[in-house]
């Protein structure tokens, strides 16, 4: 079974604070992707890598960066968090398809506090 | 208008209950997947289908291209199928990243 794991599934951090939300994947994907949840919204897309060391900007990647440098870890960072960050945050991964799509995978999410 | 529309937002049945949920999108698609969300907050793919019909024990999802809308079908429905159903598509056709529905909240009571 695929397996995509996420660090931690309850985080509490200070306003100002860096944050480290770290993503895990056994499945040799090549994607993986950063989403925050949040109510009336849905689920939107952070940031996006489709290899080692690339990345994408998603919808919302303001306050946020990311970091791809082994494939099997994606690593989502608030430079300095603020309280708006407060959110559900989910990881996925998905293998590299070249004109279908495939399956996405995801994580047990990480829910974010910062106070 | 939202890429992709679910409804209903919110759905309560009792237990055995024949339970439909339906998706609307309005960009070109090559796939779409639903999802589900327990409490707790992980997602679980439960289906990737591109046309027809799949089933999964007493799960059934539908699609028609044509008419952009897919819907997921819950057969003898139990308290554990509880949970918010998710329908996302490609935002561009053949693309990884997806669009997301705002989800249906399911709640069968026993």
């Known amino acids: 079974d695929v397996k995509v794991t996420q660090s931690s599934r309850y985080l509490v951090k200070r306003t100002g604070e860096k944050v480290f939300l770290e993503c895990v ?16 919204l849905g689920l939107r897309l952070i940031y996006f890598s489709y290899d080692v060391k690339m990345k994408e900007k998603g919808d919302i ?55 | 208008k939202n890429e992709v529309e679910q409804s209903p937002q919110n759905l309560t049945a009792q237990e055995g209950e024949f339970i439909t949920i339906n998706c609307s999108y309005s960009v070109g698609i090559s796939a779409l997947h639903w999802l589900q969300q327990h409490p707790g907050g992980g997602i679980v793919s439960l289906f990737m289908l591109s046309s027809g019909k799949k089933k999964h024990g007493r799960l059934i999802a539908t699609i028609n291209i044509q008419e952009k809308h897919s819907s997921l079908h819950i057969t003898a429905s139990h308290p554990r199928d509880s949970a918010v159903y998710i329908c996302a598509v490609p935002r561009v056709q053949g693309a990884q990243k997806l669009v997301f529905g705002q989800g249906t909240r399911l709640t069968i009571n026993p």
């Not at chain 1, 994947?25 to 009336?40: L, S, T, V």
């Not at chain 1, 306050?63 to 708006?84: D, H, M, P, Q």
Request: hydrophobic residues 30%; proline residues 3%.
């Open chain 1, 61 to 115: 990647p303001e306050g946020y960066s990311v970091s791809r440098e082994k494939k099997e870890r994606f690593s989502l960072i608030l430079e300095s968090a603020s309280t708006n960050q407060t959110s559900m945050y989910l990881c996925a991964s998905s293998e590299q398809g070249r004109r279908m799509n495939t399956e996405a995978f995801f994580g047990q999410g990480t829910r974010l506090t910062v106070v």
């Open chain 1, 25 to 40: 994947q056994d499945m040799d994907h090549e994607n993986m992707f950063w989403y925050r949840q949040d109510p009336g």
